[in-house]
């Protein structure tokens, strides 16, 4: 299908490392998304891209975590010195453009650091 | 941003209607409404959004009051599948912020 692939759709990391999450948007989408998701609450925005750049990256939780969208279709997310607490899922969405409503999301990446 | 008020968790039976309610008080004149759900392991999906009018779509149908306060998602003929939680989110731009939704529960 054509929808938002996210990769791996596991990962586990020892605390301390360095980790990386890929998300492949729908094509021809300019916005994308990062969400993340901690067990029984509702996701949590982290970043938002507009084609290359990174319109907003207000909920981005400190300097630990970045993202990149180089081209403006792939994006990865990183995250440095990985904490327990990073453990979530990790969800990217992408959407046609500014304010367009509907937002498709991957089925996510779930980070578990031990 | 807006916030939204959704009831934890609610059930009906399969094949009956399942109304979700959302209060938005604060809502501002330019804010959409947009409910997505969730179900279990999976992300998010769009389900329907609005702005005044009514909508209704192969999902399901969006009920906005006339002062836009609060709004209903009705699912007409519930189906085990429909089982998910259920947001409602307000907003104007770009952002999509989620609270906590409401764990509809489908019994057979």
């Given at each position: 299908g054509a929808g938002v692939s996210q990769t791996p759709s596991n990962k586990v990391t020892e605390k301390g490392k360095y980790v990386e999450l890929r998300c492949d948007p729908i094509s021809g989408h300019t916005a994308l998304y990062w969400y993340r998701q901690s067990l029984g609450q509702g996701p949590e925005f982290l970043i938002y891209f507009q084609g290359t750049g990174a319109a907003d990256d207000s909920g981005?939780?400190?300097d630990r975590f970045f993202a990149v969208r180089p081209e403006g279709s792939v994006s990865t997310l990183k995250i440095q010195r990985t904490e327990r607490g990073d453990s979530a899922v990790y969800l990217c969405a992408s959407s046609p453009g500014w304010g367009t409503g509907e937002a498709f999301f991957g089925q996510g990446t779930r980070l578990t650091v031990v | 941003d807006a916030k939204t008020t959704q009831p934890p968790s609610m059930d009906c039976a399969e094949g009956r209607a399942a109304?979700?309610?959302c209060n938005h008080s604060t809502i501002s004149g330019n804010e959409y409404v947009y409910w997505y759900r969730q179900i279990h392991s999976q992300g998010p999906q769009y389900i329907i959004h609005g702005l005044k009018n009514n909508e209704t779509n192969e999902m399901a149908s969006l009920i906005i009051t006339e002062d836009?306060?609060?709004s209903t998602l009705i699912l007409p003929h519930a189906t085990l599948r429909d089982t998910a939680v259920?947001?409602?989110i307000v907003d104007s731009s770009y952002k999509l912020?989620?609270?906590s939704g409401t764990?509809?529960?489908v019994r057979p």
């Open positions: 981005l939780p400190n | 109304n979700l309610p836009r306060k609060s259920y947001y409602c912020i989620f609270g764990r509809l529960l």
